[in-house]
Structure formats: C-alpha cells, structure tokens
C-alpha cells in the first residue's frame, strides 16, 4: 500500500507546440506585465534570433537585456540579475536559456523579494529545509515573477528550488520557495534548434537521468512512475531521430514532452538519487558541463545499484522497449550513439580528483535517496571507478 501526497505548485501555464514570441506575447499581455527583463546567456546572445524575436514581440514591455549568465548559476550571476532588475524596474524576469539561466533567475527573484544585494546576503536566503511546493509564504501576487522559455532539456523549469554555485567554495546550493517555479513555461521545439547538438543531446540525457532516477527511486508510487515511464520511452525515441535529423521538430517535441514528464515525480514526494548528487558536485567542483554529467553518472550509478536486492531496472528497460536488458547498458550505448562523452576522463576528471568529489558527494542533498544506500564516500567512489 502507498501512502504520500501529490502537490501542486504555483506554475499557471505551460503553452506548448507554439512559437516562443507569440506566446511570450500572449502570457505578458494576460498577466499585465507591464516591465520584462530578459535574461538570457552569452550564445544565445550571439545567435540573436531568439532573443531578438521575444524583444521585438514584447514591444513596449520590453525594460532590458541581461545576457551574461554564466553556466552552473554562479552567486554573482544572480546578484547581477536582481540588479539589472531594479534598475529596470521590472515586474517580470523572462529566462531564455538552460538551466542555467533558469535557475539563476528563481534565485534572482528571492533576492529582489528579500533585498539582497550582496553574495553574501544572498547566502543567508539558502535553503536549510525542503519547502512544500504547495505552500508559500509569499503573498499570492508577489512581483517580479519569471516566465521561462527553456532551450534545452534539463527540465529545471518545472521545479521550485534552484541549483546556484558558491564560487569560493566550490560547491552547489539549494535555494528554495514555492512561489520561486516559473508562473509560465513556454514550450516551443523550435528554440532548441539554437541550442548546439551536443548540448542539446546532453540536456536529453539529464532528463533521463531524472525519469530514471525516479523510476528506480524507493520512494516511487504509481503518480511517480507514469509520467517517468512515458518519458523514458519519448526521450529514447527522440534524441535519435534528432541526432540524425537535427531539424525535425517533431522529434524535438518529443524530447521537450520528454523532459517535462521527467520532473514531474517530484509533486508526487519522488526525487532524484545517486547520480544526481555525483553531477552537483561535478559541475560546481570540477565544472563539468549539466548534461555531461549524467552521461557519465548514470550508467555507472545504474551499474552499482543493480547489485541491491529489489531494484526496479527492469522497468527502465523495458520503457527502452529491451526487456531483459541491462538498464546501465542500455543507457551508456545510447549515450555513445550520439557522440557523447562516456567517462569520466572524457570530461576531464581523473582518479586524483575522486577522494574530493566523494566526501562533497555525502553531503549533498539527493545521496540519501540513492536507490542503493551509500554508506560511506568508498561506495561513491566505487561508482566512480566504474565512471572513470
């Protein structure tokens, strides 16, 4: 029997299958905002298109620029976001970009909400406890609020807590706040198509990594592994077709729909596990790239948890249509099938670096719900042989 509760978060919309500008026009012109700040990073900068459509059909609403954040959602990254938002006295941050750019931006909107203006003070606002998705402090019409236009597919749109690098020490923190989900997500296959191949078939492979990790979870229930299986099975089909055809939209869809199924486990009590962990502390410590990381994590962690009685692989496989097959396998000749790194030397991690990673490793948030328990920093640095 399973017992639980299902939440529901503070995101209003989710308009899918429809170009980014247009949509982004129609969710500023519902809520009445009336100043958007654009954030965005440096590539996508550089590729202009995106961006310059989203300003353009934001006329008159459009406050300001800031394109200048930098991967893994660095402190000073956020602080820089919640100023340029003062200074344009913005009611709305509009994320385009990854991850990156989302996270720092949810960040960005604790900091304006609680006046930090230092890295410091920002560091005072980072989570101590898990918060309730369905409960927040905040009053109901808090402003700025954010609007996210996703270009990859590591899916942090759709939680409400955010991954942000503390420079100096090396590693990544939780800053968390119900209100802090985006109020819309625009789902538009056609952005990701600014997104360079590699870094959008890793992105895929991260969004594996939360269906699988939620599948394989001890904590998963049936409101858990639905929508984990189903993607499983549309980012297995899609990152192929996209890999061969990079402009079929219809298998980047798949990948998008893909993505935004993989997180939703979480409303549902069900987080990520073991491979998780190990990339948190890959980026910040060691910057490897979000996706990458689980390129190399997940079918090692799936390798080593496969030797816990009970463990709920088969179900990864048989979501790749290969029952009877080795989920680990699976996923690393997948990985290999698109040209992505596999280990751990391929990113620039070697043996010497194991012993830091590991013990950064215990300590981070999603190793307790690793599907086989760690018991010590030699369990994960035995996962990482395997990586290496």
């Not at 995101?11 to 954030?39: H, M, Q, S, T």
């Not at 602080?79 to 200074?87: L, N």
């Not at 538009?188 to 990790?213: N, Q, R």
């Amino acid at each position: 029997m399973f017992t639980g509760t299902y939440r529901y978060a503070a995101l209003k919309r989710v308009p899918f299958g429809r170009p980014a500008a247009e949509a982004v026009r129609d969710e500023v012109e519902l809520a009445g905002d009336r100043r958007v700040l654009v954030v965005s990073n440096r590539s996508l900068m550089r590729e202009g298109k995106i961006v310059t459509g989203i300003v353009a059909a934001l006329g008159e609403r459009h406050a300001g620029t800031f394109g200048e954040v930098p991967a893994h959602s660095p402190r000073g990254s956020v602080i820089a976001i919640a100023e340029a938002a003062r200074a344009s006295s913005a009611d709305l941050l509009l994320a385009v970009g990854g991850g990156s750019v989302i996270d720092a931006c949810k960040a960005a909107q604790l900091a304006l909400w609680r006046g930090a203006r230092t890295t410091d003070e920002l560091a005072a606002l980072r989570s101590k406890v898990w918060i309730d998705a369905s409960i927040s402090t905040e009053p109901h019409d808090q402003r700025p609020r954010m609007v996210a236009v996703p270009t990859t597919l590591s899916a942090a749109e759709f939680t409400w807590y955010a991954g942000v690098t503390d420079e100096t020490r090396g590693v990544k923190e939780t800053y968390t706040n119900a209100l802090v989900i985006p109020r819309a997500i625009i789902l538009d296959p056609a952005v990701l198509l600014a997104t360079p191949l590699d870094l959008f078939l890793a992105s895929g492979i991260k969004a594996l990594d939360h269906a699988v990790e939620r599948i394989t979870s001890r904590q998963a229930n049936p409101l858990s592994d639905a929508p984990a299986l189903q993607a499983i099975r549309l980012i297995a089909r899609g990152l192929p077709k996209a890999k061969a055809d990079p402009a079929d939209l219809a298998a980047r869809q798949d990948c998008q729909l893909g993505a935004w199924l993989s997180v939703q486990g979480v409303l549902a009590g069900v987080g990520t596990g073991l491979s998780h962990a190990i990339g948190h502390v890959l980026g910040a410590h060691a910057h490897v790239p979000h996706g990458e990381t689980s390129c190399v994590t997940l079918p090692a962690v799936l390798d080593w948890s496969a030797e816990e009685p009970g463990h709920r692989q088969a179900l990864v496989s048989e979501a790749f249509g290969a029952p009877g097959q080795p989920a680990g396998a699976l996923i690393r000749n997948l990985v290999a099938s698109l040209g992505l790194p596999t280990r751990l030397g391929d990113v620039g991690v070697d043996r010497s670096q194991f012993p830091a990673i590991a013990l950064k490793v215990l300590d981070d948030r999603a190793t307790p719900n690793s599907a086989r328990p760690v018991r010590s920093a030699s369990d994960v640095e035995a996962v990482l042989e395997r990586a290496a």
